[in-house]
């Protein structure tokens, strides 16, 4: 079904990300630590969606999203975070994100925000 590029800078959250996903006909096509390797992963994989935490070094996600959205403007984003403050959520929404999940993950609200994004 999708391709799918993870993007987290605690490598527990990707495996994490990456047994829900592998549950379901998905595929991780990567894997991000921060956003400036999103943005280059991004640009090589072109992958369907992207899963991108906001807090990260180097870059936030919040930055990448705008990027990438400013690049590619069909680009389908769902940001994670363990701050589920409606502030971030409004803005990661306003940067152009079609969904927000809240860590820690729960196995059917991930499959859910993805299957959104996909329509």
């Known amino acids: 079904m999708a ?66 959205r400013n690049e590619f403007p069909n680009a389908k984003i769902i940001m994670c975070s363990s701050m589920g403050q409606q502030k971030i959520i409004v803005e990661a929404i306003e940067s152009g994100a079609k969904d927000f999940i809240v860590k820690p993950f729960d196995d059917c609200r991930v499959l859910d925000a993805i299957n959104r994004a996909l329509k």
């Open 3 to 68: 391709r799918i590029l993870i993007v987290d800078d605690k490598k527990l959250m990707r495996v994490t990300l990456t047994k829900i996903l592998n549950q379901t006909d998905h595929t991780v096509v990567g894997e991000a630590e921060n956003g400036k390797v999103a943005i280059q992963l991004f640009r090589e994989l072109k992958p369907d969606i992207v899963t991108m935490d906001i807090t990260m070094p180097e870059m936030s996600g919040l930055e990448a999203v705008r990027i990438i």
